[in-house]
């Protein structure tokens, strides 16, 4: 018996620890309103090339991208119900105009959120660059010399949107917990260098993974995802197989599905036509639609429901019993005893 109540204060140590530990975006499922894209059947909602979530996880509010256009993207704010003044922070995917165009109205509304962005030399959200990046000639008259010569040691470069409360972002980084901004860069013809961030939210589900156009490559951005949690429970976004022929789509396929073993898939946007098919008729009942106005929770049709969150056993038979004993006493575990020694 005194070995069976061991064993089982063990176990439940196990579970206070777990229940004690440090907050997560896990703490929640991740909800997921799309906001804009081209493709929908929510008459309340315009469509327009371009995407925009919300994403609701964690206690944060998060906005995933802006849009094509300003007014359409405001209109269909409006629609859904969305109030932009309580947002906890904006993440800006890349710098492509059909993702940031309804910047202007989300800072008419709220004009000090801060916006997550990639940093980029000369970049449109505001960047900076040591002054050394030019050569200099001192033989000249300080007329001719930029700053006359004695320029600032960190040249600041402007934004589009003077005063906005940009962050930008050069590397992954955990802005929150269990909530990370996956940052790489395209090395593409016609994108490349292009740095374009995604968003990893840890949830009881697994990793659900928000993509703007995956530029550097939805397989990579898949793979830097899986280092911070192999179970990739969703991907949603753009997955920029719009052009793609039909041998490559099936590659994509592919990886997702047996390489890395996405659980669900919402693809939007960029991601095409051809590979919205391919997709479907690969992923079945755990493809998941997300057109413009759809509503989605990470808890999607191929996720586990009604699992314990922690990962102990639930107590049962013996254990049961002995739990209940304990649990009668006043001072079960004699935590007054040893706090007085």
Avoid at 66 to 73: A, E, K, L, M, S
Avoid at 86 to 93: E, P, Q, R, Y
Avoid at 181 to 200: C, N, Q
Wanted: glycine share 10%; proline share 5%.
């Amino acid at each position: 018996m005194k070995r069976d109540i061991a064993q089982l204060l063990v176990g439940m140590l196990a579970i206070v620890v777990l229940a004690c530990g440090p907050d997560k975006a896990a703490a929640d499922d991740a909800k997921i309103a799309i906001l804009f894209d081209a493709f929908g059947n929510d008459p309340a909602m315009k469509k327009d090339w371009g995407f925009s979530a919300l994403v609701e996880v964690g206690g944060k509010r998060i906005l995933f991208d802006t849009g094509n256009d300003r007014d359409v993207f405001a209109a269909n704010v409006k629609a859904k119900g969305v109030d932009l003044t309580k947002l906890d922070f904006v993440v800006m995917s890349h710098r492509h105009s059909d993702h940031m165009a309804g910047l202007g109205h989300l800072l008419g509304v709220n004009p000090n959120v801060k916006i997550y962005a990639p940093k980029e030399g000369f970049g449109i959200y505001g960047s900076s660059l040591p002054s050394s990046f030019y050569r200099r000639d001192e033989a000249l008259s300080p007329q001719m010399r930029y700053y006359d010569g004695n320029p600032p040691a960190v040249m600041t470069f402007g934004t589009a949107w003077q005063g906005a409360n940009f962050q930008v972002v050069e590397k992954t980084t955990e802005i929150a917990p269990g909530i990370t901004l996956i940052a790489l860069v395209s090395d593409l013809p016609g994108t490349k260098e292009l740095r374009e961030l995604s968003l990893a939210v840890d949830t009881s589900d697994g990793l659900v993974l928000f993509v703007g156009c995956s530029h550097p490559g939805v397989e990579k951005i898949v793979e830097a995802a899986a280092a911070i949690n192999p179970k990739i429970h969703l991907i949603v976004g753009g997955f920029h197989y719009v052009v793609a022929q039909d041998d490559a789509i099936a590659r994509l396929v592919t990886a997702l599905k047996d390489t890395f073993k996405v659980e669900n898939v919402a693809p939007g946007h960029c991601t095409g036509e051809p590979a919205f098919a391919a997709l479907k008729q690969a992923f079945g009942d755990r493809y998941i639609y997300a057109g413009v106005g759809a509503a989605l929770q990470s808890g999607g049709p191929g996720a586990t429901r009604g699992h314990r969150r922690g990962e102990a056993p639930a107590l049962e038979g013996n254990d049961l019993a002995v739990y209940r004993t304990l649990a009668s006493r006043d001072d079960p575990f004699g935590l007054r005893r040893r706090s007085q020694h």
